[in-house]
């Protein structure tokens, strides 16, 4: 979209929303029905906005806790790998250190 494209979409909107606004302010009903209709409208709007609020809130807590459990499943599958290679690893070194110790006894005679 270009820059001019833009400026005027962005005006209509603007004189839509002023437009509206001064349909309401100049209604033919009573200024307190008016108030009281605006009033009604920003409670909707602040009631939509939290709602709205609290469900990203617990989307986001839905995400964290699936991200937290999938990293303590990671962690947990990572310490179990580790733990076998550790072991692979000490069978290896006790078989060298046999071996040491039969070429160090053949020096020794």
Do not use: C, W
């Not at 709205?52 to 990671?74: P, R, S, Y």
């Amino acid at each position: 979209m270009s820059n001019k494209t833009g400026n005027t979409v962005v005006a209509l909107l603007i004189g839509a929303a002023l437009g509206a606004v001064a349909g309401i302010l100049f209604a033919p009903d009573k200024g307190s029905k008016t108030r009281s209709k605006i009033k009604d409208g920003f409670d909707d709007a602040q009631n939509n906005l939290k709602d709205k609020f609290d469900h990203a809130t617990e989307d986001v807590k839905e995400k964290i806790a699936d991200a937290k459990f999938d990293l303590e499943e990671t962690y947990d599958d990572l310490v179990s790998n580790m733990s076998h290679k550790t072991e692979d690893v000490i069978s290896f070194l006790e078989t060298k250190l046999a071996d040491l110790k039969k070429q160090n006894a053949k020096l020794q005679k």
